[in-house]
């Protein structure tokens, strides 16, 4: 019953002409004026980041490491630990570790430019906007951690971030590289206290640098792909709106009323209505790109990823097209549908980047965007065009699901009830 | 078969059905008669279970059907005032579609469809988009929706307006042909008194949600009989003359229309001659009068004083 409901709802779609060109059409026309025209901003160049970080190290690393040992050797430990750890702790300089290993890398040195800071200069480096980050190290930082790896006693010592919000990749990275070296020594200082390997720090620079590099030197995505992207999650959004529309007419011309008296249940239509928004966002979507790869040569690295989004992102599109259909039931009226069209879907398109990477310019909209279907769509899709797999984008398609689930229950609850529907 | 009690629905401050009272027989065919915004359309929606009613309780067989209109629902056609079709779809597809939903399917419904377009006309058509057909047709494809399922009782809310008078009258031996072969029971509104005199074997009378009267149609046409209809024609009409027939005691109402005037007066009144003697006297020249027998038309204007369409 539900896909004889389905089938006549797509064969309907497929029936209004000028409908199927607007959904269809108007995307691929603004790929093509948008990809080409602002080709310029992003097209081929690979995303060169160039984050300017200052260090500021307060006391010598040195001097620390020294006293720690120095402290030891006045402990009444049993003289072969004292031993193990003296020769093990010549080579545990976290700081250098990280000022030279890591965030000095040869293969970090293009995406970070670490300037060492004295602290005397803190104030001016905090107020200058041209860096990305500022790292500050804390007075006695080493000789705290090296403490509570191995004496147990108390807190290691927390290394100060300063971000620059107006430059959110570039403190991103940081900030990132920065919490994993924090993990990783937290992990060190686990594995001391249960005994296991207290011979040496188990900071793994290359782990963290493979990761950075990674992350923020995945394939580029030129403006073609982006607006690919874009214009795809924005005009599937008007799916749901047209559905809501054929829907409200048939009730308006009471066609609906003939599927009640042919004691189909009211919500096997709903159900109906909310597969069919489905399967048509899923087809719009495929087609959208297939016309975009055909066209535009824009490839998916990654095409099961882009094809678990797309899923997401059409279930999705039937939560609302059954949330705009119940709603339209219950108010007698198209209006809403209108506003949807008109009004919600540019807002969500803008907050959701499909115009320009608007989320670049402050946090804030960043995670208003993130809270669109569009938005986290569009994240997902990019995520994955730029060759992360499916477990980089899990909130985004949980986010999807979760949005569907309670736009259905929604639509659910104002759903006019049995003899209410005039 | 089924009892409408005390039917009552009621919109903001308007009732549009009233404390409505009905049955229905196995294999009758009922009309239901009233002029523009009476309350057909209404109750025929709470009857058919669309809609639930202010007050009152509709059975059938015996049972509510406001808890379950399952039962009712399986066994109704009903053919709705508006055109209830899929205008993007032709002919064919809409009755298939709802054929499916009427879970009709293979080989059955092949066949239900083709007698369907066969009876309805629109066989030559069947392929074409509904959008594209005349009025008539959308009536037509309108009621042949309606028959798929083989209902027992067929509901037509004024299935014949905008039609020619050729398929009008088609249409007419067709639903008289369907309940004298198929045992059908018809419920049939309209505002068109020929119409329900011709099919039906007993007529309620709604006027501004009430019922104003029913019975057979003998029953109904005898709330004349104390009273006989006068028909005069005059190219040139004068209010003189109108007047005066409005002043003499013994006509009962007098209404005008164009050219013609209709006077009721109780039957044994002589009124001819009067007729005669005031067109005289208002210097008006007479086309014609005529001395008719009731019908359900003039029942209408009896009881409210007002023309079925006006
Ligand atoms: N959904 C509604 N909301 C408010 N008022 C309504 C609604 N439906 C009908 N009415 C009112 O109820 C009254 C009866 O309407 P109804 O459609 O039943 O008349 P009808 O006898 O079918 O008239 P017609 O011959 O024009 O079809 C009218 O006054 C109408 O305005
Ligand atoms: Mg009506």
Redesign the pocket.
Not at chain 2, 36 to 42: I, V
């Given at each position: 019953m539900i896909w004889h409901i389905v089938k006549k709802q797509l064969l309907v779609f497929w029936r209004n002409p000028q409908q199927l060109l607007l959904i269809l059409g108007l995307p691929i026309i603004l790929i093509a004026i948008l990809g080409a025209s602002l080709g310029g901003l992003m097209e081929g160049e690979p995303i060169s980041i160039d984050a300017k970080v200052a260090f500021i190290e307060h006391g010598d690393e040195q001097t620390q490491v020294d006293m720690f040992l120095d402290e030891i050797k006045n402990n009444k430990l049993p003289q072969e630990a004292v031993n193990a750890i003296s020769s093990s702790a010549k080579e545990m300089m976290p700081i250098s570790i990280l000022k030279k290993d890591i965030l000095g890398s040869d293969d970090l040195k293009n995406i970070i430019d670490l300037e060492i800071v004295k602290p005397s200069k803190k104030d001016d480096v905090l107020k200058n906007k041209e860096y990305a980050a500022v790292i500050e190290v804390p007075e006695n930082f080493t000789y705290k951690t090296l403490k509570s790896i191995y004496l147990e006693n108390g807190s290691k010592g927390e290394l100060q971030v300063y971000k620059n919000e107006g430059n959110q990749l570039g403190s991103n990275i940081v900030t990132g590289i920065l919490q994993q070296y924090q993990e990783q020594l937290s992990l060190t200082t686990f594995a001391g206290k249960q005994g296991i390997a207290s011979e040496a720090l188990q900071v793994d620079p290359d782990a963290i640098i493979g990761e950075t590099v990674a992350i923020n030197q995945k394939k580029p995505v030129s403006a073609k792909n982006y607006y690919a992207v874009g214009m795809a999650v924005m005009n599937v959004l008007f799916i749901a709106s047209t559905i809501g529309s054929i829907a409200f007419l048939e009730k308006r011309t009471h066609v609906f009323n003939r599927v009640l008296l042919a004691d189909v249940s009211r919500w096997i239509y709903f159900i109906g209505i909310f597969i069919s928004g489905t399967i048509i966002g899923f087809l719009h979507l495929s087609l959208v790109f297939g016309v975009a790869w055909l066209v535009f040569g824009v490839t998916w690295p990654n095409l099961f990823g882009c094809l678990v989004v797309t899923l997401g992102l059409a279930i999705a599109v039937g939560g609302l097209s059954v949330l705009l259909t119940a709603i339209c039931f219950r108010l007698n009226s198209e209006m809403i549908t209108n506003f949807f069209g008109s009004i919600v879907v540019t807002l969500c398109a803008f907050l959701g980047g499909s115009f320009f990477p608007i989320g670049d310019l402050s946090k804030a909209i960043q995670v208003a965007g993130n809270f669109t279907p569009n938005g986290a769509a569009m994240t997902a899709y990019l995520s994955i065009m730029r060759g992360d797999n499916i477990s980089a984008v899990m909130d985004q398609i949980a986010f999807l699901f979760i949005f569907a689930a309670v736009l259905i229950t929604v639509a659910a609850i104002s759903f006019p009830k049995r003899g209410q529907i005039? | 078969m089924l009892e409408l009690v005390n039917l009552s629905k009621k919109?903001k401050h308007?009732y549009?059905v009233k404390n409505l009272n009905m049955f229905i027989e196995k294999g009758e065919i009922v009309g239901l008669l009233?002029p523009?915004?009476?309350?057909?359309?209404?109750a025929i929606t709470m009857l058919s279970s669309l809609v639930e009613p202010t007050t009152g309780d509709v059975r059938f067989k015996n049972k509510s059907i406001l808890k379950s209109p399952g039962p009712i629902r399986r066994v109704i056609g009903m053919v709705p005032?508006e055109i209830a079709l899929y205008n993007d779809l032709s002919a064919e597809e809409n009755l298939q579609f709802f054929g499916r939903i009427y879970r009709l399917k293979g080989n059955d419904l092949k066949q239900k469809i083709d007698e369907i377009l066969e009876l309805i006309g629109l066989a030559d058509r069947r392929k074409d988009i509904v959008k594209k057909f005349s009025g008539g047709m959308k009536r037509r494809l309108n009621i042949g929706v309606a028959l798929l399922h083989n209902p027992e009782l067929i509901i037509m809310d004024?299935p014949t307006v905008g039609i020619d008078p050729q398929s009008r009258n088609y249409i007419l031996e067709t639903v008289k042909r369907l309940n004298e072969e198929k045992q059908m029971t018809v419920i049939y509104t309209s505002?068109y008194m020929e119409e329900v005199e011709f099919l039906c074997d007993r007529i309620y009378i709604m006027d501004q949600g009430n019922l104003i009267a029913s019975g057979t149609k003998e029953e109904i046409k005898r709330i004349l009989s104390a009273e006989k209809t006068i028909i005069v024609k005059a190219d040139r009409l004068n209010n003189t003359f109108i007047d005066s027939l409005k002043q003499n005691p013994t006509i009962n109402r007098v209404t005008v229309e164009n050219k013609t005037v209709t006077i009721i007066v109780p039957k044994e009144i002589n009124i001819f001659q009067t007729v005669l003697k005031l067109a005289e006297e208002a210097k008006l020249e007479l086309n014609s009068v005529d001395i008719k027998t009731p019908t359900l038309e003039d029942v209408f204007l009896h009881l409210t004083g007002r023309a079925l369409r006006d």
């Open positions: 005039i | 919109f308007l549009a009233g523009n915004g009476a309350g057909k359309s209404t005032q004024e505002h």
